[in-house]
């Protein structure tokens, strides 16, 4: 039986792991937001960076892709990586994926995604701020990945070439790219 992963962040641009398609589309009663700390990629303990997890909100859709992942091997290989590399987030839950608007049904059951959550055992939960705020942690920020930056805009830049145009990422993008210019 196939697996399926769904990605909301870095893993549209960067699975990471061997996979027979991929399915752009979205899910649902879910937002993405810049609410969790990085201090193993995109940041340090110090001086966290900051990534996007997802947040329950009713009636609203999160778009990304679905990565199907067919043969056992490459299953556990997925799996083995990505523990390693959302390790920061706390939470696996199983959602369906869509990829038509009108759709009622969902093309694929099950999906596996990885949330962080405000949960006491997510130490790397940063939470809510004004788009101000996660702008200036984001240009600040930099560790073994590279800059905090380039994650937030690696984001936007896949999320418009999808047809996406996400209200919270692209006003952090906009504030990002004054505080750059000053």
């Given at each position: 039986?196939?697996?399926?992963?769904?990605?909301?962040?870095?893993?549209?641009?960067?699975?990471g792991f061997?996979?027979?398609?991929?399915?752009?589309?979205?899910?649902?009663?879910?937002?993405?937001?810049?609410?969790?700390?990085?201090?193993d990629?995109?940041?340090?303990?110090e001086?966290?960076g900051?990534?996007?997890?997802?947040?329950?909100?009713?009636?609203?859709?999160c778009?990304?892709?679905?990565?199907?992942?067919?043969?056992?091997?490459?299953?556990?290989?997925?799996?083995?990586?990505?523990?390693?590399?959302?390790?920061?987030?706390?939470?696996?839950?199983?959602v369906?994926?869509?990829?038509?608007?009108?759709?009622?049904?969902?093309?694929?059951?099950?999906?596996?995604v990885?949330?962080?959550?405000p949960?006491?055992?997510?130490?790397?939960?940063?939470?809510?701020?004004s788009?101000?705020?996660?702008?200036?942690?984001?240009?600040r920020a930099?560790g073994?990945?590279?800059?905090?930056?380039?994650y937030l805009?690696?984001?936007?830049?896949?999320?418009?070439?999808?047809?996406?145009?996400?209200?919270h990422?692209?006003?952090?993008?906009?504030?990002?790219?004054?505080?750059?210019?000053?």
């Amino acid at each position: 039986m196939a697996m399926w992963v769904f990605g909301y962040g870095s893993l549209i641009w960067k699975a990471g792991f061997q996979y027979d398609e991929r399915l752009v589309g979205f899910i649902k009663d879910y937002r993405r937001v810049f609410y969790q700390g990085s201090t193993d990629h995109r940041g340090t303990p110090e001086y966290p960076g900051r990534t996007v997890t997802l947040e329950p909100a009713e009636g609203e859709v999160c778009w990304g892709a679905a990565y199907k992942v067919s043969r056992t091997e490459d299953q556990e290989v997925a799996l083995t990586y990505l523990e390693v590399r959302e390790k920061q987030y706390d939470k696996k839950v199983h959602v369906d994926f869509f990829t038509k608007e009108t759709a009622s049904s969902p093309v694929v059951t099950g999906v596996l995604v990885y949330i962080a959550s405000p949960d006491k055992v997510n130490s790397n939960y940063l939470g809510p701020a004004s788009v101000e705020e996660i702008a200036k942690q984001i240009v600040r920020a930099e560790g073994p990945s590279g800059p905090n930056r380039d994650y937030l805009f690696n984001l936007e830049k896949t999320l418009l070439e999808m047809g996406c145009e996400d209200e919270h990422v692209m006003k952090i993008a906009d504030a990002a790219r004054k505080l750059i210019e000053e």
